[in-house]
């Protein structure tokens, strides 16, 4: 019951708008500083990350702390331009209404990122409010470019998949 009000009500839609649009602010705020401050590096963040994983009550996983010194910190580089640039366009989604379910779902993944690596903070307020958004689908966007941009995308996938060279049956 209420995952249909979620999808279907006009309140929701108004309630999910404004959600959507704090949450979008904060990301692409968060985003833009880290692109444009010229200083941004996660090689600390991970470090510390893999710390917290060791004593009698650690607070990072190991298997997270193992994935974090084999793959992420040798790539520090590439997840210093992923990070920043993730979360303008994360936020840009959701503060346009663009592909908004893709967004809350990615933001999602950011934010259980900075879970793992034990840093609470207002990610899991935000994780919180993003399964909202995500659960209620084109009802979070309908105020939004979503109310064209999925009709569009829908029209492209349905004209590909009657466009096919599919052999007439006499």
């Known amino acids: 019951m209420f995952n ?3 999808r279907e009500n006009p309140v929701a839609m108004w309630i999910l708008t404004v959600l959507r649009v704090v949450l979008g602010w904060s990301w692409m705020t ?8 010229g200083g941004f590096d ?9 710390a917290k ?3 009698e009550h650690p607070a990072v996983q190991g298997w997270w702390a193992n994935f974090l010194e084999a793959f992420a910190l040798p790539n520090v580089g590439l997840f210093n331009f992923l990070i920043p640039l993730g979360e303008f366009l994360v ?3 959701l503060i346009l209404g663009t592909l908004t379910t893709l967004a809350a779902l990615m933001a999602m993944v950011m934010n259980f990122a900075f879970l ?12 919180l409010f993003e399964i909202f958004i995500v ?6 966007g309908r105020i939004g470019l979503d109310r064209w941009v999925l009709p569009y995308l829908r029209g492209l996938f349905r004209r590909h ?3 096919g060279n599919k052999a007439k049956v006499a």
């Open 161 to 163: 998949e009657g466009g």
């Open 53 to 55: 994983a060791t004593g």
């Open 135 to 140: 659960v209620a689908g084109a009802n979070a």
């Open 30 to 37: 968060h985003g833009w500083e880290k692109l444009t401050g």
């Open 116 to 127: 793992f690596s034990g840093t609470v903070s207002t990610n899991a307020v935000m994780v």
């Open 42 to 50: 996660a090689g600390g963040f991970m470090t510390g990350a893999i």
């Open 91 to 93: 936020g840009v989604g």
């Open 4 to 6: 249909t009000w979620l």
